[in-house]
Nanobody
């Protein structure tokens, strides 16, 4: 059974930083990538960053230059460093496996809430 557990969210002022963690248990055979998704209130879930099995990273235009995805393979943990946060970054952040087609796996966790507000 694969499980993703997100942590590290919170309330931060605009311009601030947060570091999210995603711990994975279980194995996904030949997983293509791990992604961080964001779901803002009233909006669909969107992929904001992903890191492939080979270490290639990609970012949504809205977070490029501000967010950095990284991983610790020994502990099966993926991180999302978020800097220069904006109110529009507010939402629940999830991590999940990403297939080569771009579709996510169906291993959604509870997510972690990020609120950017003064």
């Amino acid at each position: 059974q694969v499980q993703f557990v997100e942590s590290g969210g919170g309330l931060v002022q605009p311009g601030g930083s947060l570091r999210l963690s995603c711990a994975r248990s279980g194995s996904i055979f030949s997983i293509y990538a791990i992604g961080w998704y964001r779901q803002a209130p009233g909006k669909p879930r969107e992929l904001v960053a992903k890191i492939t099995r080979g270490g290639i990273v990609n970012y949504a235009d809205s977070v490029k230059g501000r967010f950095t995805i990284s991983r610790d393979m020994a502990s099966n943990t993926v991180y999302l460093q978020m800097n220069s946060l904006k109110p529009e970054d507010t939402g629940v952040y999830f991590c999940n496996g990403v297939q080569s087609s771009g579709e996510s796996y169906n291993y959604w966790g509870q997510g972690t809430q990020v609120t950017v507000s003064s």
